[in-house]
């Protein structure tokens, strides 16, 4: 369809810059090249940090891991050992204290558990008086063995294994292995309060609980032990 004659009109108005307008372009486009080196640079050196970052966690990763794996490889349970400490959620294990400390607090935070769920049911017992005797006996238990699971972290937490005498560093240790010993003690306590008892719910439950609890324990006074041998000094990760 024919509109008709294109007059000068018609066409939209040339482009007018003015002087200040080209010196601001050309500003814009000079300070543009010379900031792109900077910029690449500057991206350069975030990527070399996040593969140097990357690079060190994954280490760390690898290493916990591999002292969690040698040291596990003789404990009581070594796949529960094994299971439990490589999903600890801590501070980075990198010696054989790091690793005592993780299982004693695996240990403990086990053995809290069960002491609430054991005061739930204690509470809601009928009138079996065998079952809710066993209940009252296995409730302090558990409780002392988070007393003492608490006490041996604590001696955990302030050996000197540099800078100390032999002597002083005896002392911790059996300190510390004597109170994870009797916490295994009272977990084993409390499930035989229940033998002898026909098999049911609240048995059942309980045997599951503590049965748990005393396997961590059992494992965490196998890396207590393994600390007393080594003197507790801190390991290569990698041995």
């Given at each position: 369809?024919?509109?008709?004659?294109?007059?000068?009109?018609?066409?939209?108005?040339?482009?007018?810059?003015?002087?200040?307008?080209?010196?601001?372009?050309?500003?814009?486009?000079?300070?543009?090249?010379?900031?792109?080196?900077?910029?690449?640079?500057?991206?350069?050196?975030?990527?070399?940090?996040?593969?140097?970052?990357?690079?060190?966690?994954?280490?760390?990763?690898?290493?916990?891991?591999?002292?969690?794996?040698?040291?596990?490889?003789?404990?009581?349970?070594?796949?529960?050992?094994?299971?439990?400490?490589?999903?600890?959620?801590?501070?980075?294990?990198?010696?054989?204290?790091?690793?005592?400390?993780?299982?004693?607090?695996?240990?403990?935070?086990?053995?809290?558990?069960?002491?609430?769920?054991?005061?739930?049911?204690?509470?809601?017992?009928?009138?079996?008086?065998?079952?809710?005797?066993?209940?009252?006996?296995?409730?302090?238990?558990?409780?002392?063995?988070?007393?003492?699971?608490?006490r041996t972290l604590?001696?955990?937490?302030?050996?000197?294994?540099?800078?100390?005498?032999?002597?002083?560093?005896?002392?911790?240790?059996?300190?510390?292995?004597?109170?994870?010993?009797?916490?295994?003690?009272?977990?084993?306590?409390?499930?035989?309060?229940?033998?002898?008892?026909?098999?049911?719910?609240?048995?059942?439950?309980?045997?599951?609980?503590?049965?748990?609890?005393?396997?961590?324990?059992?494992?965490?006074?196998?890396m207590v032990n393994?600390?007393?041998?080594?003197?507790?000094?801190?390991?290569?990760?990698?041995?």
């Amino acid at each position: 369809m024919f509109y008709g004659p294109t007059t000068l009109n018609s066409y939209p108005p040339p482009l007018s810059f003015s002087f200040a307008h080209i010196t601001l372009i050309w500003s814009l486009t000079l300070t543009r090249e010379i900031m792109a080196p900077t910029q690449n640079l500057f991206l350069v050196a975030i990527a070399f940090a996040v593969i140097f970052t990357a690079s060190t966690v994954h280490g760390r990763h690898n290493g916990a891991e591999d002292i969690v794996h040698s040291s596990c490889e003789h404990a009581s349970y070594p796949s529960l050992c094994v299971r439990t400490l490589s999903s600890y959620s801590g501070p980075t294990i990198t010696n054989r204290r790091d690793l005592a400390q993780a299982a004693i607090k695996i240990s403990l935070s086990h053995a809290q558990s069960a002491a609430k769920k054991l005061a739930v049911v204690r509470d809601s017992v009928g009138k079996k008086k065998q079952e809710k005797a066993a209940l009252v006996d296995c409730v302090e238990m558990i409780g002392d063995s988070v007393d003492e699971l608490s006490r041996t972290l604590g001696v955990l937490k302030h050996l000197r294994v540099s800078g100390g005498s032999a002597k002083e560093f005896r002392w911790q240790m059996s300190n510390a292995q004597t109170w994870a010993s009797a916490a295994l003690t009272d977990d084993d306590t409390c499930l035989d309060g229940f033998q002898g008892m026909d098999d049911g719910e609240i048995k059942t439950e309980v045997k599951q609980w503590m049965t748990k609890v005393a396997r961590v324990t059992s494992n965490a006074l196998y890396m207590v032990n393994q600390l007393d041998e080594t003197r507790g000094k801190p390991h290569d990760v990698h041995l």
